[in-house]
């Protein structure tokens, strides 16, 4: 089957940690995201990227790192000096960036959900 | 600054009725509009779309109508259904190239 795969579906972490989330696609897109949901503020761009070997930052990208050196894999690193990573994450993917050619749909993978202990 | 603004938090219906849910935007570049229905736990699942060249589409249960001079879209449900009752969020790609998210609204539709 098609679609977008996240792992961990759930992780705890210490202060001052460290941590990757995954996200692999084998839908043949090109771009990717990843979004943040905390309660009553839907979601939120981290990082998005058009093609491989190129990733922007998106609205709330200070503490995140992300690379993009194949089109499948868009992994997501939550680095220490995120200030409350405690949140749902949402990888996504879409077979273009932004809604050109085709029906502007974000194919969204299951999230995972990052505890800060 | 929140662009894509869904003002009830919540919203309450009784299975058959209609559910309307509403969502306000700000930035005339916006035009292409997205719903998504998502259950806890897991990711959002695209419901129904419209370009701002547009008025009304329809799918099924589902119409989303969009009034441009009023920067305002809503969707409709008719007749909501129990397995309806997930949060639905409202989103609008524009000339950045971001979609952006409202901050959606929890539906539940009761038997």
């Known amino acids: 089957d098609g679609g977008i795969t996240q792992s961990p579906k759930y992780l705890f972490r210490k202060e001052g940690q460290n941590v990757t989330l995954s996200c692999e696609q084998n839908l043949n897109h090109d771009a990717m995201y990843w979004y943040r949901q905390d309660p009553g503020q839907g979601l939120r761009l981290i990082y998005y990227s058009q093609i491989v070997n190129d990733f922007q930052k998106g609205d709330i990208a200070e503490g995140y790192s992300v690379s993009r050196e194949k089109k499948e894999s868009f992994p997501l690193t939550v680095t220490s000096a995120q200030k409350n990573p405690t949140a749902f994450y949402l990888c996504?993917?879409?077979?273009?960036?932004?809604?050109?050619?085709?029906?502007?749909?974000?194919?969204f993978g299951e999230g995972s959900r990052l505890t800060v202990l | 600054d929140q662009q894509v603004k869904q003002n009830s938090p919540s919203l309450s219906v009784q299975e058959g009725r209609i559910s309307i849910l509403n969502c306000d935007y700000t930035n005339s570049m916006f035009d292409y509009f997205l719903w998504y229905k998502k259950y806890p736990a897991e990711g959002p699942t695209f419901l129904i779309s419209i370009s701002s060249i547009k008025d009304k589409n329809e799918d099924g249960r589902f119409t989303v109508f969009l009034n441009k001079s009023a920067k305002h879209l809503s969707l409709h449900i008719v007749p909501s259904q129990p397995g309806d009752s997930a949060v639905y969020f409202c989103?609008?790609?524009?000339?950045?190239?971001?979609?952006?998210f409202g901050q959606g609204t929890t539906l539940q539709v009761k038997p």
């Open positions: 989103a609008a790609w524009g000339n950045t190239g971001k979609l952006i």
């Open positions: 996504a993917s879409s077979p273009t960036w932004g809604q050109l050619g085709g029906t502007g749909e974000l194919f």
